[in-house]
Each structure stands twice: as structure tokens, then as C-alpha cells.
């Protein structure tokens, strides 16, 4: 046993990211070219041109450190919010706010809680700070938020709620939403991670941002990773009040935003038209892939992200098997079993090609 660093670090199982095209196609022998990525829930139409212009003209001051404070980015996203620059922290990601949000409201012994099947990093920035975590069963695959209420207790500092949450895809309404806020205490930090609310159909779009002037204990999380095609540049957003913002940059990596990254942001954010092109893409996508699980009888949770989770059989296995199946065939899509899933799969929606690319090799992985 190593002898170095606290018990509840070692004891942390590293995240696993989805396995990059290179990696797949040294492994299988295959060509680059020709494989499929459905298992990051990435922009299957990648970076904006509006990003790669801003980021062409950023290049030229490269030799110079980021705007530590982001003021470029801080006042677009003031202005977008209708909030103050000050009720903003930016991330390297909006998985740096997520662990941002624990190293800030969470001391070693105090809990956590956070939803069964919810982003892994819940309970991997808890181990972090030595937190105890709290999770709550899932109902229907999805957050059960009374219970998450009820779960509250006197050492919980901080709740994480995703919506829609990954890797199920299920969403939480509004009210529902504003219910349970109203139920939580008002020293817990409440984290609403919306990684993929772009995604969302105009009729259940909420601005949860409105609901920070209500809630002091209120962080709203957002990322430029998913609609916004921003993934490789690592730059997300919380939204919270000055309390809760002023704990969490005392704390947060000077420039940990970078110049291309903070560029491309402003740029994405602007471009209505590429996030209406990926929003059209991803329903489109969705109807494609549910309509080839109902024509195979496979069991999936209806989702409102930009990705599917799919029984792919009944047994443990299944889902590693038919992943090395696929994968062989040059189509890498993510296996969900460290979630406690291992009879699913987690699909990403790419372009038309790539999803009927992807259903014909699970034709063949599951015959």
C-alpha cells in the first residue's frame, strides 16, 4: 500500500474517459478515417466558424497570459444571463466548477448528495475533499428530488442535481425544480449542472439563471463543451451570488481559462445559428436512433440530451461485450457499467451517417 497522501484519495477510482479514435485504431488496426465517435456526447458538427475566427485573431497574443478574470467572456455572459460579472466563475470545463463547488463548501467528514446513475464526478470531487457522499436511488432512472430533500443531513454542505442528467438523459421540469430548492436549507450549496440544456425542446426550456436572484445557495453550471462544439477547449460557467462566487475564485486556478478557449467562447455564444443547426441535428438524431431500438426491441431511456442510454442485454456482460463488438467495427460508443449499468450503453448522436453507421454495426454485434 502506497504511504503517501490521505486514505480517501488513494481509495479514488480515476475517471475513464471515452477512448480516443487514435487509441481505437491502433488497438483494432483500423483506419482513422473510418471510425465512428459516438461516446463523448461531443458536437458531432465540432467548432463553430465564428470560434475559429475569434481564436485565429486570439493566437497573435499567445506569448501573453490569459485574462485571468476573463473580463471578455464574464461581461457576453453578463449580458446573455442578464446578471452581473460578478455572479460568474468560469471553468476549465464545467467539470472544474463541479469540483470547484466541493473544494469550496465541503470539509473532510461533511456530505454530499447527489442522484444514483448521475455524472460520476459527483462522487469523485466528494473522495476528492474527503467528503461522505449520499447518494439517492434513482426513480426511472432520474433524480427522485423528495427523496434528495429528505437525504439532506446536518453535515450536508453541498447537492448536485443534473439536468438533463448524464448518462440517462432524464429531465426534471421547472417546477419541480423550484419546489425542491424551496425544500433545501439554506447553508447547502445546491449545484444544478446543465451540461446539456441547449439541447432541450423550446417547451421545456426554463431559464434557471432567473432563479439565482431567488436562491443565495443556488450555483447554475453551464459548459461550451456540448452545443457549442467547444469540447477540446475546456471552458464552462457557473452562476451563483456573490457569496457563493467570491468562495469559489479564492480558490479557483489563475488562468484556467485560456486565450483560444475564452475567444472561441464569445464567438459560440453569439452564434445562434450553429446552436439551432446542432439543436435540429440532435432531434433528428434522436428519431434515427429510437426508431432503430424499437425496430431491434431494445429497451432505452427516453432522453433529452444529445445521447441515448440503450440496453444492449440482459446479462452483466453485455454491455462490454457488445462494446468490443463495436469497437472492432471501428464505432466507439460508451460503456455505462462503473455507473452500476452493465447491461447498457450510452450513445452519443452524431451526424445521419454516423448514427446509421453505428446501427448497422450493433445490427451485427447483437446477432
Do not use: C
Not at 156 to 175: C, E, M, S
Amino acid at each position: 500500500m502506497s504511504k503517501f497522501g490521505p486514505e480517501y484519495v488513494r481509495a479514488i477510482a480515476p475517471y475513464q474517459a471515452g477512448k480516443p479514435i487514435a487509441e481505437v485504431a491502433r488497438e483494432y488496426g483500423l483506419d482513422e478515417a473510418n471510425i465512428v465517435k459516438l461516446a463523448s456526447n461531443e458536437n458531432p458538427f465540432g467548432v463553430p466558424e465564428s470560434s475559429k475566427a475569434a481564436m485565429a485573431q486570439a493566437v497573435l497574443d499567445l506569448g501573453r497570459y490569459p485574462d485571468a478574470n476573463g473580463f471578455d467572456l464574464k461581461a457576453a455572459l453578463a449580458a446573455r444571463y442578464d446578471v452581473p460579472a460578478d455572479w460568474i466563475t468560469l471553468g476549465n470545463g464545467s467539470n472544474d466548477i463541479l469540483e470547484i463547488a466541493a473544494h469550496a463548501f465541503v470539509q473532510k467528514g461533511e456530505s454530499v448528495v447527489f442522484a444514483q446513475y448521475s455524472f460520476a464526478v459527483y462522487a469523485l470531487a466528494t473522495q476528492g475533499v474527503g467528503g461522505r457522499a449520499i447518494v439517492v436511488p434513482a426513480v426511472n432512472y432520474g433524480h427522485d428530488l423528495t427523496a434528495m430533500a429528505a437525504a439532506i443531513e446536518p453535515d450536508t454542505r453541498l447537492v448536485y442535481v443534473a439536468n438533463p442528467n448524464n448518462p440517462t438523459g432524464t429531465f426534471i421540469g421547472a417546477d419541480e425544480i423550484e419546489a425542491f430548492l424551496k425544500q433545501v436549507p439554506g447553508n447547502v450549496v445546491v449545484v444544478l449542472d446543465e451540461a446539456y440544456n441547449e439541447y432541450l425542446a423550446p417547451e421545456f426550456q426554463f431559464e434557471s439563471a432567473d432563479w439565482v436572484r431567488k436562491y443565495p445557495n443556488l450555483i447554475v453550471s453551464r459548459t461550451f463543451s456540448k452545443a457549442y462544439g467547444l469540447a477540446g477547449l475546456r471552458v464552462g460557467f457557473a452562476i451563483a451570488q456573490p457569496e457563493v462566487t467570491d468562495l469559489m475564485n479564492r480558490i479557483r486556478q489563475p488562468f484556467n481559462v485560456n486565450s483560444l478557449a475564452q475567444a472561441a467562447a464569445v464567438a459560440a455564444l453569439n452564434d445562434k445559428a450553429f446552436l439551432a443547426k446542432g439543436a435540429a441535428n440532435n432531434a433528428e438524431g434522436y428519431k434515427q436512433m429510437t426508431a432503430a431500438f424499437d425496430e431491434l426491441k431494445l429497451e432505452y431511456v427516453p432522453s433529452f440530451g444529445n445521447f441515448v442510454l440503450v440496453r444492449v442485454g440482459d446479462d452483466d456482460g453485455a454491455g462490454a461485450r457488445v462494446n468490443v463488438a463495436l469497437l472492432k467495427q471501428g464505432v466507439i460508443v460508451r460503456p455505462v457499467g462503473a455507473y452500476g449499468l452493465p447491461q447498457w450503453l450510452r450513445i452519443s448522436i452524431g451526424l445521419p451517417q454516423e448514427n446509421a453507421t453505428f446501427i448497422e454495426a450493433l445490427k451485427k454485434a447483437l446477432s
